[in-house]
């Protein structure tokens, strides 16, 4: 089979409108994918051939019980890329309990419920993808509580899911990415700050990550010919995790 080869259908991406969402959507479609749907809360600056967008704010209840009954209308969903996320920074002593709910609202629960609402055609065609983003973070990060616990879950649910959905035909399997040059990335970490300075240090690569780069580790648990790998973690970060993990 090719690189380019895909069962068909049509591929999930949540946060597919800038990042390495976009890229991931970009990849996807590049792939073969039939159909690209994208959840966001602003749109794509040029949609993809064939592309759908839907505009959901998945911290919102209203809006995103919307999103989601469109995504369970979906009669052939092939790839969910769980990759929308909020980034809450705080030391532990001043970390909010309001803050920390909000992380595990989108980071964790908009996961599941997307997954929710795919599952039942995935298990009906007897084929599924699903991928989610995790973080090098969960190995943990200074200022970092929300994010790491949210992100840790969702490497444990993975796994869980994996076990559970094998029999279905369904994989699930995680990337954490480290540092990935993001605009957002980009506008909390100027290339110039000491900040930045000190990131690259731990890198061992020397540079940041592409999100094209990661768009490559989620393509390759999306191939129809990843089906034996499933309840996996793959660290696209420059190196930073061996032996590095107390950075």
């Known amino acids: 089979m090719t690189s380019s080869a895909h069962v068909g259908g049509t591929a999930v ?34 949609l993809l051939p064939g592309e ?37 920074l705080a030391p532990v002593d001043t970390l909010s309990l309001a803050d920390l709910q909000t992380s595990v609202d989108l980071n964790v629960a908009a996961a599941l419920l997307c997954t929710q609402a795919v599952l039942p055609a995935m298990k009906r065609r007897g084929y599924g993808r699903i991928v989610n983003i995790s973080s090098r973070s969960a190995l943990g990060k200074e200022l970092r509580s929300a994010y790491t616990a949210s992100k840790a879950a969702l490497i444990g649910m993975t796994r869980t899911w994996a076990l559970e959905l094998a029999p279905c035909g369904i994989t699930v399997n995680c990337v954490g990415p480290g540092p990935v040059a993001t605009e957002m990335f980009r506008a909390a970490n100027p290339d110039d700050s000491p900040q930045t300075r000190k990131i690259m240090q731990t890198i061992p690569v020397g540079r940041l990550g592409a999100p094209e780069e990661i768009a490559h580790a989620v393509a390759c648990f999306a191939h129809p010919m990843a089906g034996f790998i499933t309840g996996q973690v793959i660290y696209a970060c420059g190196g930073m995790t061996v032996g590095l993990t107390h950075i």
């Not at 949540?14 to 991931?24: E, F, L, P, Y």
């Not at 052939?76 to 909020?86: F, G, R, Y």
């Open 13 to 46: 991406i949540t946060g597919g409108s800038h990042g390495i969402g976009r890229a991931t959507a970009i990849r996807l479609a590049a792939d073969g994918m039939q159909c690209i749907v994208t959840v966001d809360r602003v749109p794509p600056k040029n």
């Open 52 to 88: 759908r967008y839907i505009q959901a704010d998945l911290l919102d209840p209203a809006s995103r019980d919307v999103a989601l009954a469109i995504l369970g209308d979906i009669p052939d969903p092939a790839v969910l890329v769980n990759n929308v996320a909020i980034v809450k």
